[in-house]
């Protein structure tokens, strides 16, 4: 079974930094999916930013772009020049596509706080 | 077509009594998913519809939730004999084909049980 560890629950970033978000899984697997959500209060999550594992160059999105190192299993998210539009709830996830077997894993989440 | 949809937005029941939540997924997505959130945890699986065949269910599922997508367009959850241990916020989400590619997820369903 797979498991998404998130250790951050909690950061704050003032308004035009950077910030990296940490997350680590655990698999057996070589070929899977890595995905950045983000939930905002009281509205749906929405995809930030997703990873191949097969692809070695880390995705990037605008300001936001991750470190994927398959090795260490280590997948954190930096986000730049912040936006008090960033402040959410961000989850980390992990995705390994068998057919029939298509179920997101995520971790607990790190509340993001955008200081003004 | 906005987005996944979830009706009701909140609800409030009393302990015993059953509840059922549906999903409409955005239009000619085929696959279809229910996850449950409780406070200050992560999304877990509960169950996933391709098209109107229910593939997998997770072992949270008990016997008295019940999952249903007639004809792969909307889906409903059932819980009977609800308990307090059912309070969590209930997401659909809706992909279309393979689901290496963006998962939508809808606003949620909020149960609470007293």
């Known amino acids: 079974a797979q498991t998404v560890t998130q250790s951050q629950p909690e950061m704050s970033v003032q308004e035009a930094e950077t910030v990296t978000l940490s997350c680590t899984y655990d698999?057996?697997?070589?070929?899977?999916?890595l995905f950045w959500y983000k939930q905002p209060p009281s509205r749906q999550m929405i995809l930030v930013i997703r990873?191949?594992?097969?692809?070695?160059q880390n995705a990037t999105e605008n300001r936001f772009s991750v470190n994927f190192q398959k090795a260490a299993k280590s997948f954190s998210l930096k986000i730049s020049d912040s936006q008090l539009g960033d402040a959410a709830m961000y989850f980390c996830?992990?995705?390994?596509?068998?057919?029939?077997?298509?179920?997101?894993?995520f971790g607990t989440g790190t509340r993001l706080t955008i200081i003004p | 077509d906005t987005g996944v949809s979830q009706n009701p937005r909140h609800k409030i029941t009393k302990r015993g009594q059953n509840v059922t939540f549906r999903c409409d997924p955005i239009?000619?997505?085929?696959?279809l998913y229910w996850y449950r959130q409780t406070l200050g945890q992560g999304p877990e699986f509960l169950t996933y519809?391709?098209?109107?065949?229910?593939?997998?269910k997770s072992r949270l599922l008990s016997d008295r939730f019940s999952a249903e997508r007639p004809k792969g367009s909307f889906s409903t959850l059932e819980i009977q004999r609800t308990e307090q241990g059912d309070s969590a916020m209930y997401l659909c989400a809706s992909s279309p084909r393979r689901s290496n590619t963006e998962a939508f997820f809808g606003q949620g369903t909020r149960l609470t049980v007293v």
């Open positions: 239009s000619e997505h085929n696959r």
């Open positions: 996830a992990f995705l390994y596509y068998n057919f029939g077997n298509e179920k997101l894993t």
């Open positions: 698999t057996s697997e070589s070929d899977y999916y």
């Open positions: 990873q191949e594992a097969y692809k070695q």
């Open positions: 519809f391709q098209n109107e065949a229910q593939l997998e």
